[in-house]
């Protein structure tokens, strides 16, 4: 499994979020070097396929995010179909339940030693309290990432994908040994855009992020690879 990052730059992830393999190549060979994994979603994904992970994967660790969410036998599934492109990390929702996430867990003990870390996505960053209501879920977005957490730890996922705001939260009630994955990060003067639970980058490794997930305000920048070299250097080293 991919190992808990150590310094600034490598707790940085870049998410490269495009529809052009071509693009998504050409970033991925430029901000390897200079990071701790690449995340490939749901729009990469969608238009270029397990080709888009084959080409990328040699470049650097690949964060495949794809958020499966299903009943526990087609998230199986989908585990064991995706183990072949190796993976060092895949997402899951944590609103899936607990027997959804046990059986992706099942599934990717197919894998062994290099089996892929698995990550449960909670309450995700784009909705603030509002429209977490609006889906029935009330109480605020701590109180349910809190819960999510609880459940997918229990259930087998090795960590959390959660906003900033609910790092601080998940080490109190968990310690140190949950992977915390964390999207919804800004530098200081960036756009939130669609993002509404945000920090900065060194806000949330001071919380006790493991990773940090940065698309946008990285990929872009008029200069993606220094967009990246100045967030990794204002972490702690
Ligand atoms: O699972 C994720 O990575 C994820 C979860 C979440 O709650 N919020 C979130 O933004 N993400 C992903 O993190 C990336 C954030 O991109 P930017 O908003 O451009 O920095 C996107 O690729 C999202 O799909």
Redesign the pocket.
């Known amino acids: 499994m991919l190992a808990r990052p150590r310094r600034g730059a490598e707790r940085v992830i870049p ?1 490269i ?1 495009t529809a052009e393999l071509g693009r998504a190549e050409a970033l991925a060979a430029a901000l390897a070097p200079g990071c701790g994994a690449l ?1 490939l ?3 990469l994904f969608t238009a270029a396929g397990p080709e888009a992970v084959r080409r990328i994967t040699p470049l650097a660790p690949v ?1 495949l ?1 794809l ?1 499966l969410h299903d009943i526990p036998n087609t998230v199986a599934g989908a585990v064991r179909s995706l183990l072949p492109l190796r993976p060092a990390m895949l ?1 899951l929702h944590g609103a899936g339940g607990a027997a959804m996430i046990a059986a992706a867990r099942e599934a990717a003990e197919g894998a062994g030693e290099a089996r892929p870390v698995l ?1 449960a ?7 603030d309290a509002g429209a977490l209501s609006e889906t029935g879920v009330s109480g605020g977005p701590v109180q349910q990432v809190l819960r999510l957490a609880r459940l997918a730890l229990g259930a087998g996922a090795d960590g959390l ?3 900033p705001r609910e790092v601080g939260p998940i080490r109190d009630a968990f310690g140190e040994t949950p992977l915390l ?1 964390v ?4 530098p200081a003067g960036s756009a939130a ?3 509404a639970r945000t920090a900065t980058p060194e806000e949330a490794v001071a919380a006790g992020a493991d990773w940090i ?8 920048a008029a200069d993606p690879v220094a967009a990246l070299r100045a967030i990794g250097a204002g972490l702690p080293a």
Not at 183 to 186: K, Q
Not at 213 to 220: E, W
Request: proline share 5%; glycine share 14%; hydrophobic share 40%.
């Open positions: 998410a979020d995340k979603g749901l729009e964060f995010d958020k997402t990550l996505v909670t309450v995700l960053t784009s909705l994908v959660c906003s994955v999207p919804g990060v800004r855009g669609d993002q997930v940065v698309g946008r305000p990285i990929t872009g």
